[in-house]
T-cell receptor, first 114, second 113 residues
Framework: NAGVTQTPKFRVLKTGQSMTLLCAQD?????MYWYRQDPGMGLRLIHY???????AKGEVPDGYNVSRLKKQNFLLGLESAAPSQTSVYFC?????????????FGPGTRLTVT | SQKIEQNSEALNIQEGKTATLTCNYT??????LQWYRQDPGRGPVFLLLIRENEKEKRKERLKVTFDTTLKQSLFHITASQPADSATYLCARSNTGTASKLTFGTGTRLQVTL
């Protein structure tokens, strides 16, 4: 089992460009999460999903959109990138819900917006 | 709001000693506290979960305590090794199907020979 995988690993965008980050898990987990991690801020929840076809906002959702068309995939989109979105993005999955059991994290995507 | 506070200063400790990391929370007591390890350039890895009604949890050289009076969790690594050097994250959550984790900023542990 690969666990949680993320693509790409690194990306540099210019302000205003768009991109999609892909997260895939092969553990048949219902719950999936997108976080961003910035120095001194810790991991902050962007959006999450409690099952296929569902999404919900987390702590810092502005400027991001997500989709969960298939149970194993959770996509994070940036429609018009801003320098404030420079960060490391982590995807995670769990079953049961994320607070009740361990979350499995991907390796991260380092995004720089210039 | 629910907050988790960890000491942002790095903890330096000699090999073989016990490392103790602190996690303080504000407002009401969380139903669960989780601890994760994160190595540079990698995603967090789950270590331990402790419930509100549990005072202590152990796993090999790791021990976690939960003190609802002090609003604090302590994470101990006994007989520490250089391989234990990493950043350790504390996270809180409540019950429910939409249960989510709120993370602290983490404490970096450096174990030297």
């Amino acid at each position: 089992n690969a666990g949680v995988t993320q693509t790409p690993k690194f990306r540099v965008l210019k302000t205003g460009q768009s991109m999609t980050l892909l997260c895939a898990q092969d553990m048949n987990h219902e719950y999936m999460y997108w976080y961003r991690q910035d120095p001194g801020m810790g991991l902050r929840l962007i959006h999450y999903s409690v099952g296929e076809g569902t999404t919900a906002k987390g702590e810092v959702p502005d400027g991001y959109n997500v989709s969960r068309l298939k149970k194993q995939n959770f996509l994070l989109g940036l429609e018009s990138a801003a320098p404030s979105q420079t960060s490391v993005y982590f995807c995670a999955s769990s079953y049961p819900p994320g607070g009740l059991a361990e979350q499995y994290f991907g390796p991260g995507t380092r995004l720089t917006v210039t | 709001s629910q907050k988790i506070e960890q000491n942002s200063e790095a903890l330096n400790i000699q090999e073989g000693k016990t490392a103790t990391l602190t996690c303080n929370y504000t407002n009401y007591s969380p139903a669960y506290l989780q601890w994760y390890r994160q190595d540079p350039g990698r995603g967090p890895v789950f270590l331990l979960l402790i419930r509100e009604n549990e005072k202590e949890k152990r796993k090999e050289r790791l021990k976690v305590t939960f003190d609802t009076t002090l609003k604090q969790s302590l994470f101990h690594i006994t007989a520490s090794q250089p391989a234990d050097s990493a950043t350790y994250l504390c996270a809180r959550s409540n019950t429910g199907t939409a249960s989510k984790l709120t993370f602290g900023t983490g404490t970096r542990l450096q174990v030297t020979l």
